[in-house]
Nanobody, 126 residues
Framework: QVQLVESGGGLVQAGGSLRLSCAAS????????MGWFRQAPGKEREFVAS????????YYADSVKGRFTISRDNTKNTMYLQMNSLKPEDTAVYYC???????????????????WGQGTQVTVSS
């Protein structure tokens, strides 16, 4: 059974940094694209960043480009999201997701992902 577990969320002041982690288990291979999404109160879930299975291709939402960095360590079956220069509008529950298999590049639509974590809260105070 595939499981994704996020960690690293918390409360931070505007301008600060956080690093989220997503540990994947129950997979026999690391050849699957992954991504981060977020959902703020009263809003729809939105794409944040994605990464291909090898880590060579990354995509970012315009709202986080230049501030967030997605990466993965396939030896640890873990994906990361380094978030710098955080803004109050980054406040949301952050979810990691993975496709069933494949994906040399990341996907940007939530329906393209097969597995989801439970989410971790990120709160940025002004």
């Amino acid at each position: 059974q595939v499981q994704l577990v996020e960690s690293g969320g918390g409360l931070v002041q505007a301008g600060g940094s956080l690093r989220l982690s997503c540990a994947a288990s129950g997979r026999t291979s690391s050849r699957f694209a992954m991504g981060w999404f977020r959902q703020a109160p009263g809003k729809e879930r939105e794409f944040v960043a994605s990464i291909g299975w090898s880590g060579g291709s990354t995509y970012y939402a315009d709202s986080v480009k230049g501030r967030f960095t997605i990466s993965r360590d396939n030896t640890k079956n873990t994906m990361y999201l380094q978030m710098n220069s955080l803004k109050p509008e980054d406040t949301a529950v952050y979810y990691c997701a993975s496709v069933g298999s494949g994906g040399s590049y990341g996907y940007t639509k939530s329906y393209e992902y097969d597995y989801w974590g439970q989410g971790t809260q990120v709160t940025v105070s002004s």
